[in-house]
């Protein structure tokens, strides 16, 4: 008896089996081929450390600025502006070096977008606050 479509007498043929994908391709020298990092990865790389490294620097001295100013007495509201901006870039810095640990409490952070926002907070408040406002 014939099944769905086939005639008397006809074997069915099974399924084409899928082919293997073909070995992976060689130097023409007959070398290895070179695991190379990309470029443009390199110089985001050097750039995410500079900036984590500036961050730093600007943390070190806003942290010696705010001291100086609580030291004084006079100038306590140039010392709160301070304090603001050491938080700020800490958290540019923590941004900028990836950490894993720091990166699981803020997911927002893995992306570039967020971290260009939050260098630009932090210039815009240095800039306006630290340079307008507190003589």
């Not at 070179?34 to 942290?63: E, F, Q």
């Not at 030291?71 to 010392?79: A, E, R, V």
């Not at 050491?86 to 699981?104: D, G, H, R, Y």
Request: some cysteine; glycine content about 6%.
């Amino acid at each position: 008896m014939a099944r769905n479509g086939e005639r008397v007498g006809e074997i069915s043929q099974p399924p084409p089996q899928p082919q293997p994908p073909p070995p992976p391709a060689r130097a023409s020298s007959g070398g290895r081929l070179r695991n190379r990092a990309d470029p443009l990865l390199v110089v985001c790389r050097c750039y995410s450390v500079l900036t984590s490294l500036t961050a730093l620097l600007c943390l070190a001295v806003n942290v010696l600025s705010a001291i100086r100013s609580f030291k004084n007495g006079s100038d306590i509201f140039d010392g709160i502006f301070r304090c603001y901006a050491v938080v700020i870039a800490f958290f540019v810095a923590l941004a900028e070096t990836e950490w894993q640990f720091v990166l699981k409490f803020t997911k927002v952070l893995e992306y570039w977008v967020a971290r260009g926002m939050l260098q630009i907070l932090y210039v815009l408040y240095y800039r306006l606050i630290l340079f307008y406002f507190v003589p």
